[in-house]
């Protein structure tokens, strides 16, 4: 089975830092993309930040020049968020998100999320 773990969220301040982390296990051999996504309370989930096996990275415009995503460079199937000057209305469940997973033991392409990790910036 095919599991997504996230951490490294939290409380903080207004113009400080966290870094998510989102690691993918369960006999994967590729992934064609991976996300982030947030949710609000009282908002719909949006996409927050993605990037592609081959290496595209795709931003909502609210957090462009703010947050970076990236991908582990010896492990393929963890992705980070870099979240940087944060603001009050950056607060919410993050979520992650793989698409178009190949793994051992099932057929064809299929998508997992995490449990997500709560964001919290104060004001």
């Known amino acids: 089975q095919v599991q997504l773990v996230e951490s490294g969220g939290g409380l903080v301040q207004a113009g400080g830092s966290l870094r998510l982390s989102c690691a993918a296990s369960?006999?994967?051999?590729?992934?064609?993309?991976m996300g982030w996504y947030r949710q609000a309370p009282g908002k719909q989930r949006e996409l927050v930040a993605s990037?592609?096996?081959?290496?595209?990275?795709?931003y909502a415009d609210s957090v462009k020049g703010r947050f970076t995503i990236s991908r582990d460079n010896t492990n393929k199937n963890t992705v980070y968020l870099q979240m940087n000057s944060l603001k009050p209305e950056d607060t919410g469940v993050y979520y992650c998100?793989?698409?178009?997973?190949?793994?051992?033991?099932?057929?064809?392409?299929?998508?997992?999320w995490g449990q997500g990790t709560q964001v919290t910036v104060s004001s």
């Open positions: 990037i592609t096996s081959g290496g595209s990275n795709n």
């Open positions: 369960g006999s994967i051999f590729s992934i064609n993309f």
């Open positions: 998100n793989a698409q178009g997973v190949v793994n051992r033991g099932t057929i064809g392409y299929t998508d997992h």
